[in-house]
């Protein structure tokens, strides 16, 4: 069984459209949960780090939401360049387990 | 921000040879840092744990003949695909950090063996 579940796999929006991405976890001493950007080609880059449920981050166009059993991306009237894939990653006694990821695009 | 350098950034090798590709942390110190390979439309899969000064730590199923990891100095780790094969071929990446709260990525080396 899969630590980390995001969903949906691919995501298409129209600019403008504001939408949500889900991350689901299964580890039961959540040390953190991890939000990356990948864009094509590229290494991940740091979005936030939710450590408890109930805390909340944002930057941008972008909020990112914990609960005890998942954490929600929000993205809100998104442009063409948040078009990339959205890798959530969780810590317990481990390095990294990082989702599948879920590739977003936003239509002009 | 930290930042990793990863190089190079693209190499193709005929099959049967084998590729350095090195990973280095330009303004902090890493002991540890991470190998990670990605296929198409997948995630992150974690390969090793390179630890300077010391034998990588290998997940399973990860053959440690086959992806030879140093970690000798606490800038610079290097990952090497010995006799590579078509099946080698990927996306690779880096990432340190002094912390998993405080983690960082290379921007990948996609490896093509022909």
């Known amino acids: 069984e899969d630590q980390v579940t995001q969903s949906p796999e691919a995501l298409r929006l129209q600019e403008g459209e504001s939408s949500s991405l889900n991350c689901s976890y299964t580890?039961?001493?959540?040390?953190?949960l991890f939000w990356y950007r990948q864009d094509p080609g590229k290494g991940p880059e740091f979005l936030f780090t939710?450590?408890?449920a109930g805390e909340e981050k944002e930057k941008e166009r972008l909020k990112a939401t914990l609960t005890k059993k998942e954490s929600f991306l929000h993205i809100t009237a998104p442009k063409p360049e948040d078009s990339a894939t959205y890798l959530c990653?969780?810590?317990?006694?481990?390095?990294?387990?990082f989702g599948k990821g879920t590739r977003l695009s936003v239509i002009a | 921000g930290a930042v990793v350098s990863q190089h190079p950034s693209r190499v193709i090798c005929k099959s049967g040879t084998s590729v350095k590709i090195e990973c280095r942390s330009l303004d902090f110190q890493a002991t540890t840092m991470f190998w990670y390979r990605q296929f198409p439309k997948k995630s992150l899969m974690l390969m090793a744990t390179s630890n300077e000064g010391s034998k990588a730590t290998y997940e399973q199923g990860v053959e440690k003949d086959k992806f030879l990891i140093n970690h000798a100095s606490l800038t610079l780790s290097t990952l090497t695909v010995t006799s590579a094969h078509p099946e080698d071929s990927s996306f690779y990446i880096c990432?340190?950090?002094?912390?998993?709260?405080?983690?960082?990525f290379g921007s990948g080396t996609q490896l093509s063996v022909l």
């Open positions: 990653a969780v810590s317990e006694n481990t390095p990294l387990v």
């Open positions: 939710l450590y408890s």
């Open positions: 580890v039961s001493g959540l040390r953190g």
């Open positions: 990432s340190a950090g002094v912390s998993n709260e405080k983690l960082f």
